[in-house]
């Protein structure tokens, strides 16, 4: 007796939900806002230009965030889950006093600040001086960042949250340090090599514990 079979049908893809579209399209608008502060700059950085980037209307620009200033303290957001991320990294790191100090400068800037999207921190930071309320909030986000770091350098090293020990002048120091080099095009940069000037950061820090 023949028996028939049946071809399986290809099983048709889940459907997004709402709330996936609404977060896929947050992100596309919040890295095309990165995108442009690293390329065109902070007063060339329009929503007509992010949206044009991340191929969303206007209208879905303005439904998500209102207008420039939302998507620019998003971008911050981003930005600081990134720092978080590091951060995080650094605080499960093992081993001496030396392998972490190593640890931390060698992940904060490598990870972090030399990375050519941290641009856009310094476009919203300069370029936000002119519209006073905005940099009141780009202020209290960049001292939030220093805040996070300080709080996880105090628990990975063991130091009281009141204590005032050397080492966090040292990290202060530091991190103006990696933001400063940042910035600098590499032309520009003072002679010597990055694994050169990153060993001096590290052997200034660990004279400070």
């Not at 103006?176 to 694994?195: N, Q, T």
């Amino acid at each position: 007796m023949a028996t028939t079979t049946s071809k399986r049908q290809p099983r048709k893809p889940a459907r997004r939900t709402n709330e996936a579209r609404s977060a896929e399209t947050r992100k596309a608008l919040i890295e095309a806002t990165i995108g442009c502060l690293c390329a065109l700059g902070y007063a060339r950085t329009t929503t007509l230009e992010i949206s044009r980037r991340a191929k969303i209307t206007s209208g879905a620009l303005q439904h998500h965030f209102g207008k420039k200033d939302e998507l620019i303290i998003a971008a911050l957001d981003a930005l600081m889950v990134e720092l978080a991320e590091v951060l995080e990294r650094f605080e499960h790191t093992r081993g001496s006093l030396t392998d972490r100090v190593a640890a931390f400068v060698d992940l904060v800037w490598g990870d972090f600040y030399s990375r050519p999207r941290y641009a856009a921190v310094w476009e919203i930071v300069v370029g936000s001086r002119a519209e006073p309320r905005l940099h009141k909030r780009v202020a209290r986000h960049r001292e939030a960042s220093i805040e996070k770091c300080e709080a996880v350098w105090r628990r990975a090293f063991g130091i009281g949250p009141d204590e005032l020990h050397p080492s966090i002048e040292a990290l202060y120091f530091a991190l103006s340090y990696m933001r400063g080099e940042a910035i600098l095009p590499a032309g520009e940069r003072r002679s010597g090599s990055d694994a050169s000037r990153t060993r001096q950061l590290k052997s200034f820090i660990l004279d400070q514990f």
